[in-house]
């Protein structure tokens, strides 16, 4: 169409209308998994390092992984940067992360999910099912943008990752673009402790909004299912 590709919005779910600067309507059918779900270790299809890795040498010293990461574990968009290479992996290519179809209810004893939770288009919707797919006893492990870390603006689109749909801080929302994580979490579950939400920020240095951040740039949140 001689149009050029950023003018041009995609969207994803059922069925959705899209509107574009085209005042276009895209009517886009939702695609079946091309791979589907099975429990057992991940397969790292990709080479990437991600957020996952960058934690990895504090989440050590801090015993993450000894107090959290015990047994059957769910990793919910973990492209190639997996919290343990014994972990199942939900990805893209298995579906929508905000219904995880097919996985039974309390399926595993930690569910973790780093920098997806933005892309969800119903934050609620995600974690209730997040909620659902692990035993009591077990953790629901999230870590995703702290809007001031990453984007340090405060409204979308992002600079860095066009696919982005929300962003976070603790105790504050500001509309439309962030939401307050605490917020979500109480109006999304119930019978849950949470055990800290904080900001995680080790070796990040640049402050320009323009620059994309170094170092972490992230909330993390660790949930026990009461």
Not at 53 to 75: I, P, T
Not at 90 to 117: K, M, P, T
Request: aromatic share 12%.
């Amino acid at each position: 169409m001689g149009v050029e590709y950023k003018k041009i919005s995609m969207c994803y779910g059922d069925i959705i209308h899209c509107h574009c600067p085209l005042d276009e309507i895209f009517v886009i059918p939702k695609a079946q998994p091309e791979v589907p779900f099975k429990k057992g270790p991940a397969e790292i299809y990709q080479n990437y390092t991600g957020e996952t890795a960058k934690s990895h040498a504090r989440r050590v010293r801090e015993k993450f992984f000894e107090k959290y990461c015990q047994g059957e574990g769910l990793d919910i968009g973990y492209g190639a940067d997996i919290i343990d290479f014994s972990a199942s992996g939900w990805d893209l290519r298995n579906g929508d992360a905000q219904y995880l179809a097919g996985i039974e209810d309390e399926s595993f004893d930690y569910v973790y999910s780093s920098h997806c939770l933005e892309h969800m288009y119903d934050v609620r919707i995600a974690l209730k099912n997040w909620f659902r797919v692990f035993r009591k006893g077990g953790y629901l492990l999230l870590a995703i943008p702290h809007r001031d870390l990453y984007e340090k603006k405060n409204q979308l689109p992002s600079l860095w990752n066009g696919d982005h749909k929300h962003m976070f801080l603790i105790g504050r929302a500001e509309p439309p673009d962030t939401l307050d994580i605490c917020e979500e979490i109480r109006e999304s579950i119930s019978n849950y402790d949470i055990k800290y939400i904080k900001a995680c920020d080790e070796g990040h240095t640049i402050t320009n909004p323009l620059v994309h951040s170094d170092g972490e740039y992230q909330i993390e949140v660790v949930i026990q299912k009461l």
